[in-house]
């Protein structure tokens, strides 16, 4: 019966998978993840859940070029001395770094808003988080679908 | 890397006071993200704008920390108030310790 070393042999295969999963998890490593944008939104706000809205992002849905992918976003805020936007934080969840931008204002500026040209290595999430100046955060997120990546490659 | 790194900006050179106006920049740099390989496989280091700053008289109005995710020859555009006739400062922090600079007088008529 050739039932043993069927066995023996599934066993070995089982062992080369697992460590194969291994390999591949540390190689996996060097890519961000989701969760990273979860522990940086965490530690700008100071814990707080930020709340959606008066944030207006202005994403492709579609870009052809991961490489050159326009984005503009547009915060709604009196910017005055005592009530401004004090920064925005633009993540993008799959590339190798997920920190795309940081925004500092100031009341000085009319308001917040701007357009930049950014990578994105895949398909996937952009997230823009705006702290006011009394410490309230805001969160918008918009899915892009990339057809050529940029970064690395 | 390209030979020289000029920046641009572009912007009115008159405006009413209080007047909001868009200031356009873009300044030409490969922004090489530190991720990508040559020929031989080899990793490309580093090498971005990782700054960048807005100033009125001497005082800074806006700035931003820029990222490897932020694309070759970046443009950048946001607002300012011209609350009196004065001098508009833009400056680019390159990874090497560089820096860039352009200037707009702006008057108020």
Redesign the interface.
């Known amino acids: 019966m050739a039932s043993l070393s069927d066995a023996h042999t599934r066993r070995v295969f089982l062992k080369l998978t697992a460590a194969g999963a291994i390999t591949l998890a540390t190689a996996g490593a060097a890519f961000a993840n989701p969760a990273d944008v979860e522990t940086l939104i965490q530690k700008m706000t100071g814990g707080k859940k930020p709340s959606e809205g008066r944030i207006t992002l202005d994403l492709p849905t579609i870009a052809e070029n991961g490489l050159v992918v326009p984005l503009g976003f547009d915060v709604q805020s009196p910017m005055t001395e005592n009530d401004y936007v004090k920064s925005v934080h633009i993540f993008a969840e799959s590339n190798p770094n997920v920190q795309v931008a940081d925004y500092t204002f100031t009341p000085l500026c009319p308001k917040a808003a701007i357009q930049v040209r950014m990578r994105l290595a895949q398909t996937q999430r952009v997230t823009a988080l705006a702290i006011m100046s009394n410490g309230d955060a805001y969160i918008a997120r918009k899915e892009v679908k990339v057809t050529i990546g940029g970064c690395g490659g | 890397m390209a030979l020289t790194v000029t920046p641009r900006v572009r912007m009115p050179k008159t405006a009413k006071a209080g007047d909001?106006v868009e200031v356009k920049t873009l300044i030409s740099h490969d922004m090489e993200?530190g991720?990508?390989?040559d020929s031989t496989g080899k990793l490309i280091p580093r090498h971005i704008i990782n700054k960048f700053t807005a100033t009125?008289d001497g005082?800074?109005?806006?700035?931003?920390?820029?990222?490897?995710?932020?694309?070759?020859n970046?443009?950048?555009?946001?607002?300012?108030?011209v609350p009196k006739t004065g001098l508009f400062e833009f400056t680019w922090f390159d990874d090497n310790g560089t820096t860039y600079k352009a200037q707009q007088q702006v008057t108020v008529s």
């Open positions: 909001v993200s991720y990508r390989k009125f005082q800074e109005i806006f700035s931003v920390d820029w990222h490897p995710a932020i694309s070759a970046p443009y950048q555009s946001f607002y300012v108030r």
